[in-house]
C-alpha cells in the first residue's frame, strides 16, 4: 500500500497549510489515522489523530490550530494547520492503519517538508 503525501512548502508565520495523505487501497477502510512530524536534532512526535475508537486527539502545540480529517468519498486524510510558528517547522508524516482481520497493517508517507519562516 502507498500512501502519497502532498501539500507542504514554505509559508510565513501566521499563515496557513492543509497536507493530505492519499493511499488507493484504504479507500473508505481507515481504522485509525494520524500525523506526526520531525523537526531537525528532535524525536518524531505525534500531531494529531483519530483513534481506533473514533476520538481525535491533539499535541498541546497545535491544539487549537490543528484539525485532523478524513474524506471517505476522496480516500484522503488531512491535516488542516491554521497560525502556523516557526517552530512547526518540521518533516510531516502520515500514519494510516488498516484493520485486515488477520493482521493490522501501518502505513506511513514518505513524509512532506513543511518550512514556516519570514
Known amino acids: 500500500v502507498e500512501v502519497v503525501e502532498s501539500g507542504g512548502g514554505l509559508v510565513q508565520p501566521g499563515g496557513s497549510l492543509r497536507l493530505s495523505c492519499f493511499a488507493s487501497?484504504?479507500?473508505?477502510?481507515?481504522?485509525?489515522m494520524a500525523w506526526f512530524r520531525q523537526a531537525p536534532g528532535k524525536q518524531r512526535e505525534l500531531v494529531a489523530e483519530r483513534t481506533w475508537g473514533g476520538q481525535i486527539e491533539y499535541a498541546d502545540s497545535v491544539r487549537g490550530r490543528a484539525t485532523i480529517s478524513e474524506d471517505e468519498h476522496e480516500g484522503t486524510v488531512s491535516l488542516q494547520m491554521n497560525n502556523l510558528k516557526p517552530e512547526d517547522t518540521a518533516v510531516y508524516y502520515c500514519n494510516i492503519q488498516r484493520d485486515w482481520g488477520d493482521y493490522v497493517g501501518d502505513y506511513w508517507g514518505q513524509g512532506t517538508q513543511v518550512t514556516v519562516s519570514s
Open positions: 487501497e484504504l479507500h473508505g477502510t481507515i481504522s485509525a
